[in-house]
């Protein structure tokens, strides 16, 4: 059974950071693509920032230059940077892994429970 468990969601002011990690287990295999969605209330969950087993990454350009993703593939973590918040960064952090259980299966997708951020004004 493949598990994402993230950590290091909580409040911070406008202008600070927040550094979330999300460690994949349950698995022997290296996780392809690992990345960071979020969801505001009311809205639909979006990408914010992806990253390949071999280190390429791809950004929302709300967070192009405040955030930074990065993975250790030796631990199946991946990481997430955020600097500059804003209010508007406020929302629940969903790490997603796509990656095999098992021999007997293709990679599929798995999502952890989700971290909170808010930021305040």
């Known amino acids: 059974q493949v598990q994402l468990v993230e950590s290091g969601g909580g409040m911070v002011q406008t202008g600070g950071s927040l550094r979330l990690s999300c460690a994949a287990s349950?698995?022997?295999?290296?996780?392809?693509?690992m990345g960071w969605y979020r969801q505001a209330p009311g809205k639909q969950r979006d990408l914010v920032a992806t990253?390949?087993?071999?280190?390429?990454?791809n950004y929302a350009d709300s967070v192009k230059g405040r955030f930074t993703v990065s993975r250790d593939n030796a631990k199946n973590t991946v990481y997430l940077q955020m600097n500059s918040l804003l209010p508007e960064d406020t929302a629940v952090y969903y790490c997603?892994?796509?990656?095999?259980?098992?021999?007997?299966?293709?990679?599929?997708?798995?999502w952890g429970q989700g971290t909170q951020v808010t930021v305040s004004s």
């Open positions: 997603t892994a796509n990656v095999r259980a098992n021999w007997n299966e293709g990679a599929n997708d798995y």
């Open positions: 349950g698995t022997i295999f290296r996780p392809n693509t």
């Open positions: 990253i390949t087993r071999l280190g390429n990454t």
